[in-house]
């Protein structure tokens, strides 16, 4: 801290690197500048240093930053829907409502901060007893490393960023190579919000720079958003330096569609949501339905129904409501669900059309029979699939569709679509996941703190959003 | 694996595979006190089917029910302290007295935690509505983790028994209790009295063995959380193990603690009396016992004279003896680490202040020594002493000048466990508090483990635990939440 090399702006070490665009596969949208081992080293030297300073400011004064970064994130939404939409193929229409649910969430995160904040203060005395006092009083954890990921690159930056700061941390903030925009975008706003220089910085490149982040010795905490396996090495070597992990690690996310559902066409049109909203490609996607015989081929119509309308093609055209995967890695991975499902002898129920450029997938309902018994067996029900692929499965009874939906070593979210609460609720309770919604999904709601089970974060030292994702960026001291 | 509930195999009681170990009197280092039948892979994963079966259970019973039971246990550790000491005192050479004060705690401690616990529940519980908003409610419930793993050390077997297994139980898990094996005896008693107070066999489990019993446990899939109390460098690998198989680790790993004594500390002597405890009680052997004495200048040979007054006063003997306030250390290693500690830090120009008379030869006592001198200033990482956990009767004094010296030498270590600060002002105690990488601060204290805050490490003291014991938040680290996202209109 203090060094002379803090002060000396690094900007990578002369390694480049292209952002393809998914959409043709071919046009390079961006070329970008990657950290090394040794720029990384020196922007935790500028983040310690600069914590100092941060963390002796008022709160009021942190937040009131924040809320000025909140109006500069809405007033800049077009560009930050632009450079997402080219980056990593989402649609425009969905890249917009991403930045502006964005620049809300500022806000709303503030709010919960504010109330975590306060909640904890008010419970700052343990005891009280003659002479001796006992309380105990939340500091910043320090610096905090976040390795984040391209789906949702505004929403996920933010949900780390406001509290952390907030909370009086620093933040090196290291995108996913395929989404290097929103974060140098998001840099500037903040410096224009007044929030002091080197508070928050970003680390650009793949693997190598995030390795090299989250081996930093004395980091505050780490806050992974990624695959299960890149989440399993961060939280090792976390472990091993002693330092808070926070992992956001995807799933296997599944829906239940009881045979008393109220609506049918409106459940298969939020089950279709989670689908494919985002090309399917979203930590908490629905990729598994799970569907009473009794309404089984009711279902099976609605949600082909609101699958055929869906419209591929170029994601900057405002019309275009599924846009290509993220890279021709990601096309393959979901081709060989697709194949080893149908090869098992599910049914292709449905099969959207799709350009031929790029890396686009078609929207795929596939289901039948033959995809019940052991969820684990086949590809598509046991991995993460990310693609627009949904598999519907038909079931007899609650027991059946329990057995299913928690045969999975996964554990985010789990829908449940009936018009009885109280069943609703009974049947999440006994679902091993995070977060249960009941006639709802793909939801990861401000107000409710976002955690996983067993490998989807189940080891995780913390979490984000709701009061809970401030606290996580505190540690006590008694 | 392939462990489904109501299996023949967790019907069947193993009671360990046939090794077993013997507990050797660290009083005399010959009488073998106690045999164990040791655990296994096997036996190990038996206990977990059966811990399993039995939380299905044990988790439905409503709260007041399970807290009935736990305040029954209250009562039967109290009444059977007399026993649980004698345990202590021979398997660990504890002093009786103190093997007495630990499990009386205990048992006010067993107490004092349901109430932490039923405040945290009941927080909780005030907070679950996050939003309401038309069709849609936001809220959280909290759930039990499930199986709880703990291995756990022999220093204070009762209270680190106690520190898990109430806040756990109550929270509807089921508890793998691995002790320590040098002090296998305290976890059993507490086991049958649990079951005298109704708790429900399989509830709670013991595990015996060491290190591979304690690799098994923490290897087990499927657990809900691992806790371990021991060494940093036991502890890195627990951790690793259950980052692995995303498993919450809760981690208390020890530390080099340290007071620092200023020049406005109103009283010396008795500065000197708290200090001498926290250095010397249990022979030194707390993860929250004081190691490091930095005393500003001024008052640095008042105070050397005052804790060396509180030195002599120790007696070293059979730990038995009521008059015993010094016992031994708990194993030849123990001894031989500490030797070393104390040659390492003569041989780099320390002063014995203080050493204690030499104990009956037989058994791993080490006197109480204090060293001193300039020759500890500058960086605290150069000598063994101050660098690593000592966990003897052993303590060094360190002039400083002021108390910016005092802090960046406080701070100079890679664990992060307790400090105390010792002075008149408490401005400036919570202000230098403030500045101490610690999980827990003390004016005018030390070695205090209080039930009602949050016991934590920063760094190598435990930096990344996903938890802790004590306080409210050692009630809800045995609960994880779900959030329900609730629309009544499809």
Redesign the interface.
């Known amino acids: 801290a203090g060094s002379v090399l803090a002060s000396r702006r690094w900007f990578g070490s002369g390694a480049w690197f292209d952002v393809v665009s998914p959409a043709d596969g071919a046009t390079v949208v961006a070329t970008v500048s990657a950290d090394d081992d040794v720029s990384v080293a020196t922007k935790f030297c500028g983040a310690v240093q600069a914590q100092r300073g941060w963390r002796t400011m008022p709160w009021e004064d942190r937040a009131a930053l924040m809320g000025t970064f909140a109006e500069r994130l809405h007033d800049c939404a077009g560009d930050i829907s632009r450079i997402i939409t080219s980056e990593t193929g989402k649609p425009l229409t969905q890249s917009r409502a991403e930045v502006n649910a964005a620049a809300r969430r500022v806000r709303a995160m503030v709010d919960l901060s504010e109330r975590a904040r306060a909640?904890m203060e008010s419970?700052s005395v343990?005891?009280s007893s003659g002479s001796?006092t006992?309380?105990?009083?939340h500091?910043p954890v320090g610096v905090v490393a976040h390795v984040s990921a391209w789906n949702y690159p505004a929403f996920l930056a933010v949900n780390v960023l406001v509290p952390a700061l907030l909370a009086g941390n620093a933040v090196l903030h290291k995108p996913s190579e395929h989404s290097p925009g929103v974060g140098e975008r998001l840099r500037t706003l903040l410096l224009q919000s007044d929030v002091p220089p080197d508070v928050f910085q970003v680390c650009q490149g793949g693997r190598d720079v995030g390795r090299a982040l989250v081996r930093l010795q004395g980091l505050g905490a780490v806050a992974f958003t990624g695959s299960r396996e890149a989440g399993?090495e961060v939280?090792?070597v976390?472990?091993?330096?002693?330092?808070?992990?926070i992992l956001e690690l995807g799933g296997v996310d599944g829906a239940y569609v009881r045979r008393d559902?109220?609506?049918l066409e409106?459940?298969a049109a939020?089950v279709a949501s989670g689908a494919y909203y985002n090309a399917g490609q979203g930590c908490c996607a629905i990729e598994r339905v799970y569907v009473h015989r009794d309404v089984y081929e009711s279902f099976v119509e609605a949600l082909v129904s609101e699958a055929a309308k869906l419209r591929a093609g170029d994601p900057a055209d405002e019309t275009t409501t599924l846009g290509p995967l993220v890279s021709r890695e990601a096309l393959r991975r979901v081709e060989a669900h697709v194949n080893d499902a149908v090869r098992s002898g599910a049914s292709v129920l449905f099969r959207g059309k799709a350009p031929a450029e790029g890396y686009f997938h078609p929207a795929m309902v596939v289901g039948g029979d033959a995809l019940r018994g052991s969820q684990r067996a086949r590809l598509m029900t046991r991995a993460e699939s990310f693609a627009p692929v949904a598999a519907v499965i038909p079931v007899h009874d609650d027991e059946e569709a329990i057995e299913a939906m928690n045969d999975t070593s996964y554990g985010l979210t789990a829908s449940v679509?009936t018009?009885d609460?109280a069943a609703?609720?009974s049947i999440?309770?006994r679902l091993d996941?995070?977060?249960?919604?009941?006639?709802?999904c793909n939801?990861p709601?401000a107000?409710?703190?976002?955690?996983g089970?067993?490998?989807s974060?189940?080891?995780?030292?913390g979490c984000t959003l709701?009061?809970?994702g401030y606290t996580s960026f505190t540690?006590?001291?008694?």
């Open positions: 909640r419970n343990r005891a001796v006992e309380k105990v009083v500091e399993t939280a090792a976390a472990a091993r330096s002693h330092t808070r992990a559902v109220a609506d409106r459940a939020s679509y018009s609460g609703a609720e999440l309770g996941v995070g977060t249960g919604y009941w006639n709802a939801v709601s107000n409710l703190p976002w955690t089970r067993r490998g974060g189940g080891g995780s030292g709701g009061e809970e540690r006590p001291k008694a």
